[in-house]
């Protein structure tokens, strides 16, 4: 009489690849240090994408290949524009440098590009590790910027592309 685990369940598991980008905005005056509230993300905006509820979802595995960090909008606002020492925290962890960020990237951190080498997947790993743990993600962003980033015209944001295959109850 042998029997698997799944026979005890009485509900069906199921896995789906879950995409959801989360937007923070970035506003600032002119040569300011700025360092706006932490932005709270919820598992919930990703797990919307398929209809499935929070109370639903079992685990998760990050998928790094598909995720990015980008500050979308810049260009928009400015050739010039610079957002010196930008810094990104997850959680109650130390914050990590990015650099400066502006439209030319001449630094490596150019606006209005997917960016998804290690140093930035490393982050959204960071968040997908939180959401998945405690249904929720708090990121704090701080930079200079050296033009005023005001938000009014152009939207300014910093996007987290999160993706994973999420187990789930059906």
């Not at 610079?82 to 650099?99: C, Q, W, Y």
């Not at 290690?118 to 990121?139: A, G, P, W």
């Not at 592309?161 to 109850?169: P, W």
């Amino acid at each position: 009489n042998s029997c698997s685990d799944d026979d005890d369940d009485p509900y069906t598991q199921k896995t789906t690849e879950f995409t959801y980008t989360y937007k923070i905005p970035v506003r600032g005056v002119e040569n300011t240090e700025q360092k706006p509230a932490a932005t709270t993300l919820e598992l919930s905006d990703l797990l919307s994408t398929q209809n499935v509820a929070v109370s639903e979802f079992i685990s998760g595995e990050f998928q790094r290949g598909k995720c990015h960090i980008s500050v979308e909008g810049l260009r928009g606002l400015s050739e010039t524009i610079e957002l010196k020492d930008f810094k990104i925290a997850v959680g109650n962890r130390t914050a990590v440098s990015l650099g400066t960020c502006s439209p030319s990237g001449t630094n490596g951190f150019q606006s209005d590009v997917e960016l998804m080498a290690d140093k930035y997947t490393d982050i959204v790993k960071t968040v997908f590790e939180d959401l998945t743990k405690n249904r929720k993600s708090n990121v704090a962003i701080q930079f200079t910027p050296t033009e005023d980033v005001t938000n009014d015209d152009k939207k300014v944001y910093l996007t987290i592309k999160v993706t994973g295959l999420c187990k789930y109850k059906e």
